[in-house]
């Protein structure tokens, strides 16, 4: 073998070990978190994240999510309880294939332990989401009052 044969075959060991195998091609992303907002809350309590997730592809599952302004960010759902609504985690949310879900307060959404600062009314918080699939997708959550039911009207524009 020559010296530039070896070289060669190093360098493409390399590039095929630093890409995990995969080329130099990465999937492209095909959810897309929409209408991201939360709702006003102090430092040192929790806060909550609402979104609509768009998926243009195979089914997915949304596995975690992070946020710098919290401990920790969990999935959870509300569920009945012997008559009371209770919060409770869950392992993933589904994304169905060429459809969408839409973490709304009763239902799924994100949880957001024990926040370092609080959510100001106006403030965007970054929140990083993590799909099986589609791996980290970015969004910003757009912080409403403390009572508001709903993203404002110009969280639905793009």
Same mark, same amino acid.
């Given at each position: 073998?020559?010296?530039? /044969? @070896?070289? =060669? #075959?190093? $360098?493409?060991?390399? +590039?095929?070990?630093? &890409?995990?195998?995969? *080329?130099? !091609?990465?999937?492209?992303?095909?959810?897309?978190?929409?209408?991201?907002? /939360? @709702?006003? =809350? #102090?430092? $040192?309590?929790?806060? +909550?994240?609402?979104? &609509?997730?768009?998926? *243009?592809? !195979?089914?997915?599952?949304?596995?975690?999510?992070?946020?710098?302004?919290?401990?920790?960010?969990?999935?959870?759902?509300?569920?009945?309880?012997?008559?009371?609504?209770?919060?409770?985690?869950?392992?993933?949310?589904?994304?169905?294939?060429?459809?969408?879900?839409?973490?709304?307060?009763?239902?799924?959404?994100?949880?957001?332990?024990?926040?370092?600062?609080?959510?100001?009314?106006?403030?965007?918080?970054?929140?990083?989401?993590?799909?099986?699939?589609?791996?980290?997708?970015?969004?910003?959550?757009?912080?409403?009052?403390?009572?508001?039911?709903?993203?404002?009207?110009?969280?639905?524009?793009?």
């Amino acid at each position: 073998m020559t010296d530039f /044969s @070896r070289r =060669a #075959g190093l $360098g493409a060991l390399i +590039a095929l070990v630093a &890409t995990g195998g995969q *080329g130099q !091609a990465q999937p492209q992303a095909t959810i897309r978190a929409e209408a991201g907002w /939360s @709702r006003a =809350a #102090g430092a $040192g309590r929790t806060g +909550a994240g609402y979104l &609509t997730l768009r998926n *243009g592809g !195979a089914a997915d599952r949304l596995v975690s999510a992070r946020a710098e302004i919290a401990r920790a960010v969990e999935l959870h759902t509300h569920m009945h309880d012997n008559g009371v609504m209770r919060m409770r985690p869950v392992e993933a949310i589904e994304v169905p294939a060429n459809g969408s879900v839409t973490l709304e307060p009763g239902g799924m959404h994100l949880m957001l332990l024990e926040l370092k600062r609080p959510l100001n009314q106006g403030d965007q918080v970054p929140v990083t989401l993590v799909f099986e699939r589609a791996g980290e997708v970015q969004l910003q959550l757009a912080v409403q009052s403390a009572g508001a039911r709903g993203p404002a009207p110009a969280a639905h524009r793009h």
